[in-house]
């Protein structure tokens, strides 16, 4: 056949596909000019192709395209079979080839061809009706023809060919046809193929995370990967992002601390806890890590809570190395410390935040006081030393105080409403703040010269702290002011432009270093500097106002140690605390004249007032009260002095609804606590039933006698010493010294110098710590009732019957919380009579971050309305930690400073929460923190006993605990009998 017939059959054929297929068939032919044997191969592929199916006509254009090239013949037929072998099953993968291999044509690649083409063969072979995919690795390799060179082509095709026998998916992975993998070293991925297939598809898979990191840390990254890729390597990737919270060479240190671990779960844990740790001391975290590495001794969970910053000994471990100072740990002398300069109980309490004071001067919440409570950073690190950073907390704590010994928090009321009255009150307040915070601290170098030294380290590492570029003329004066506050020099922090002005900003604060400077010299300076730096040396007098006024960009970073005061807050605060004193004291007032007026003080109770009692005073008061706190009179207008003295209690408590701790949480698993595990919230506002309190007192009036009769047994046993005695077993030193100097100067001596041992009075402090578990709403079955059965039929009249009954046998039926309660209830009044200290409690919450501890009644508050109707309102909750609230009981015993401590623990079943443990189904963790609460608080000297209505508790506490501290109520009847014989083997 010639050249035309076989031109002219070809081209009939294609032209059944396609007619301008077959059109653009003749043209290619006739200006290729084949000869015969080869036109007969090319016209051959071309009909073969056509046959592919619909739209096989852009296949057939494709390969006719690149005859059109200058591909040599033997070329383009090796081409077109190859087209051919490719299009069994669609026209797709044929035609994506013909566009790799025209691009290769294009791009002078055309060498690189045999690669394409034998792996394209490998995946049809593999994946023998994947089109698709066959497809899309045409298309990629005519995209990377065109973006890698020839080395990095060269790599990228040895790692198709190594992952064609993998899964589908992995292969899929390296197959982008954008920009994504643009970056990518293939020579690496050959690496990390040799080693791990699924690793390679898993970088590749990350590297648009991997690529966003600085080259520096790019390279340790890729290092790490080589070391991980046996391990979860995706979860190593995932963290990555998390990078770029940190300084590249705080987070390249981070990454040297990962290549120390050696795992890619402590990586993860380690990058993911990097918050926690001081990354600008690199020597001092290769120190922490290698202790951890070696004190652990490889246990897999203990070193992973190490890395975590979740273990006790790592806490304590990071907290020395770095001179760390906790809140937590020093609460006790912070109260003291306030009560003493206050003259009064102030509540000291940690920021609510995380984040911590650390080197580079980041706050978790600057120290704040609100003119009742003083709020103070969680933790402390700003210098290397630990007597520094508890330093910082003590001067902290005493600039705070300052507000209220140097006679701020007296006047404040008179600042707010001066500072209000500048046109740029803004201005004005931020500059009475700085120019009083100087006053006070250096009437704080007046009145306590011991604090000096600390005073200066303090003042001079605020300022190094301050690194802030200023750009404005006021930025800059406000900077001079702080620096003048902190005796520091400010030439270099401003233009020199600026120094005349300056130098006038720090006379005037001089003015306030005197040991008698107050709240007026304050008031006069604020005013002076205002002035100074509201005048605009380009503008006149008359055009002062339209200085514009303080933006908050040129406010004044607040400094470390003084933090920040509310102005507006304060005086609100005070005014509501100053009306609360004076409405508990016209209440009491009140009442005082009513017992009188009954004629036996003894019997008065202040459930005797009745509605009406309460008087002008009050509800004028109250009025002013409902004003401060802007809210509806009738929510606080009581009917009775009763409702009066509860609602100023719950008043009280709203002011903190709660207050947070941080709980250490034993882990048997790694044998060590985990550090800060649990938060606790102390809470005080709670739902009042005052009528359960009574209810139960009328309905167990007997058993509460019998009760009293029991604890009545208990004799005093408290040795109290007792002074001014002739003679006695000790002598009484101020007494004696008073003698020696009298006779000494010719006096007669007073000879009662002596101390007697009397037996006076108990010294006891028992806390009733109840489970409020959701299952204390678990009821009580009665012995005299019958039980209520599902009938089992399927009737409507048998089925409403059946729920009527059973809502009425629950309504009527009594809960283990009732019983807990009321077993407190009549403990409560038996202690009352007897004079011991106690305090009632409940626990609850759901998960460690929110462990509920409910403070019914303290130590020290009397059995009044509020407390019985907080204990009467005691309901069932959720899950039951005890671990948090146990050690929490034991803070406030240990607080009591009482000579016997005792805590009775009423529960109804084991330990248990959603999160008590890695695995939930599993008892022994919840079980093993309770046992090592329960043993910290006999090393602290607590007496402990546990009761429980569980009848399987046996199974359990004899784990917890000895023989001796536990018992299981057989009887829930006789819990309340139970609980006083318990009580008085504990305090008797």
């Known amino acids: 056949m010639d050249s035309v017939s076989i031109i002219d059959q070809t081209a009939e054929e294609l032209g059944r596909g396609n007619r301008a297929t077959a059109d653009y068939y003749r043209r290619v032919c006739l200006n290729r000019n084949f000869e015969t044997g080869d036109l007969e191969n090319f016209a051959r592929a071309c009909a073969d192709l056509i046959g592919t199916g619909w739209k096989s006509h852009e296949a057939v254009d494709s390969y006719l395209s690149i005859a059109e090239s200058e591909l040599g013949t033997d070329r383009l037929l090796h081409v077109g079979e190859i087209g051919r072998q490719l299009c069994g099953y669609s026209y797709e993968p044929s035609k994506a080839y013909f566009h790799a291999v025209g691009v290769a044509a294009s791009c002078g690649k055309a060498d690189e061809l045999p690669s394409i083409e034998a792996n394209g063969l490998r995946i049809q072979a593999k994946y023998s009706h994947a089109a698709g995919l066959l497809g899309d690795f045409f298309l990629t390799a005519g995209y990377q023809l065109q973006h890698l060179d020839t080395e990095a082509l060269h790599a990228w095709f040895e790692t198709v060919g190594k992952c064609v026998d993998a899964t589908r998916e992995l292969l899929t992975s390296l197959l982008p046809r954008d920009d994504t993998l643009a970056g990518i070293n293939w020579h690496f991925v050959v690496q990390i193929v040799d080693l791990s297939v699924a690793a390679a598809a898993t970088y590749v898979a990350g590297y648009p995370v991997i690529e966003k990191l600085p080259d520096r840390l790019r390279r340790q990254v890729d290092e790490l990967v080589l070391r991980f890729v046996e391990g979860h390597l995706a979860s190593f990737i995932d963290v990555l992002p998390a990078l770029a919270d940190h ?93 003493a300069i206050a003259g009064q109980r102030m509540l000291v309490t940690a920021s609510d935040t995380e984040a911590e004071y650390g080197q580079a001067g980041a706050a978790s919440g600057l120290s704040a ?101 200023l750009f404005t003329r006021r930025a800059q004066l406000l900077e001079v002011i702080v620096a003048a506050s902190l005796d520091a020099r400010y030439e270099s922090r401003i233009e020199s432009v600026l120094w005349p002005e300056a130098a006038l900003l720090w006379m005037q604060l001089q003015q306030l270093k005197s040991p008698k400077a107050d709240i007026e010299d304050t008031l006069a300076v604020t005013h002076a500097c205002y002035e100074l730096i509201r005048r605009d040396a380009s503008q006149s007098s008359l055009h002062r106002r339209k200085v514009p006024l303080l933006s908050l960009g040129e406010l004044p970073e607040p400094v470390t140690y003084r933090g920040e005061l509310d102005v507006a807050a304060a005086e609100s605060t005070l005014k509501i605390e100053a009306l609360i004193d004076e409405l508990q004291e016209e209440v009491s007032s009140d009442a005082e004249s009513l017992m009188l007026a009954t004629g036996n003080p003894d019997q008065f109770d202040i459930e005797d007032l009745k509605k009406g009692d309460v008087d002008e005073g009050v509800s004028i008061t109250l009025e002013e009260l409902a004003h401060e706190l802007d809210v509806d009179l009738s929510d606080l207008q009581p009917a009775s002095k009763e409702e009066a003295l509860a609602l100023l209690g719950g008043i009280a408590a709203g002011v903190r609804d709660s207050t947070r701790y941080f ?137 409403i019957e059946y729920f009527r009954l059973r809502k ?66 005691i309901k069932p909750c959720r899950s039951t930690r005890m671990g948090a609230p146990i050690r929490h009981g034991v803070r406030r015993l240990l607080e009591t400073e009482s000579r016997i401590k005792a805590m009775i623990i009423i529960s109804d079943g084991y330990p248990q929460d959603h999160d008590y443990g890695m695995d939930r189904n599993s008892r022994e963790y919840g079980l093993m923190d309770t046992m090592k609460a329960l043993s910290e608080a006999k090393q602290q000297g607590v007496l402990t006993h546990c009761l429980t209505v569980d009848p399987s508790g046996h199974d359990y506490l004899r784990d917890m605990c000895a023989d001796s501290q536990y018992m299981v109520i057989q009887d829930i009847e006789q819990l309340p009998e139970e609980l006083s014989r318990v009580y008085r083997s504990l305090t008797g």
């Open 247 to 339: 300084k590249v060479d705080e987070a390249s240190v981070l990454l040297e601390l990962v290549d120390q671990t050696g795992d890619v779960s402590l990586a993860v844990a380690l990058i993911q806890n990097a918050h926690r740790l001081p990354l600008n001391r690199p020597g001092l975290l290769r120190q922490w890590l290698s202790i951890g590495l070696t004190e652990t001794r490889g246990k897999n969970d203990a070193v992973l809570a190490w890395v975590s910053v979740e273990s006790s000994m790592s806490v304590e471990t990071l907290e020395k190395l770095e001179g760390e100072v906790r809140f937590e740990n020093h609460r006790r002398t912070f109260d003291l410390i306030a009560e």
């Open 369 to 469: 006081f609100d003119g009742r409570n003083i709020t103070l950073p969680a933790a402390v690190s700003i210098f290397d030393r630990e007597d520094d950073n508890f330093g910082f907390y003590k001067l902290s704590l005493f600039h705070q105080l300052g507000y209220v010994r140097f006679g701020c928090f007296d006047e404040i009321a008179r600042v707010n409403s001066t500072l209000a009255e500048y046109d740029d009150s803004r201005l004005a307040e931020k500059l009475f703040l700085v120019v009083e915070d100087a006053r006070i601290d250096w009437r704080l170098e007046y009145s306590y010269p011991g604090i000096g030294r600390q005073l200066y380290r303090q003042k001079t590492k605020a300022w190094s702290m301050r690194v802030r570029e």
């Open 663 to 799: 709980y250490d949480e034993w882990d048997h698993s790694i044998g060590d606590y985990r550090a800060r595990w649990c938060t606790l919230f102390e809470h005080h506002d709670m739902e009042l039933d005052e009528d359960y309190y009574r209810r139960t007192l009328v309905d167990y009036e007997r058993l509460s006698h019998r009760i009293r009769h029991h604890l009545n047994k208990v004799r005093p046993e408290m040795l109290r010493k007792v002074r001014g005695f002739p003679e006695g077993e000790e002598l009484d030193l101020e007494r004696t010294v008073t003698w020696f100097v009298d006779r000494k100067a010719g006096y007669t001596p007073e000879e009662k110098i002596y101390i007697q041992r009397q037996r006076k009075e108990r010294d006891v402090s028992t806390l009733f710590l109840l489970d409020m578990s959701a299952s204390t709403d678990d009821i009580i079955p009665d012995p005299d009732k019958e039980p209520v059965i599902d009938p089992g039929i399927d009737d409507d009249e048998y089925l």
């Open 808 to 873: 009425e046998y629950e309504d009527d039926a009594r809960r283990i919380i009732d019983l807990e309660k009321e077993a407190v209830i009549l403990m409560a009044e038996a202690l009352e009579k007897l004079g011991d200290a106690y305090s009632v409690c409940g626990f609850s919450g759901y998960g460690r971050e929110q462990v509920d501890y409910y403070l019914c009644k303290d130590f020290d508050d009397p059995l009044d309305a509020l407390a019985r109707g907080r204990i009467g309102g």
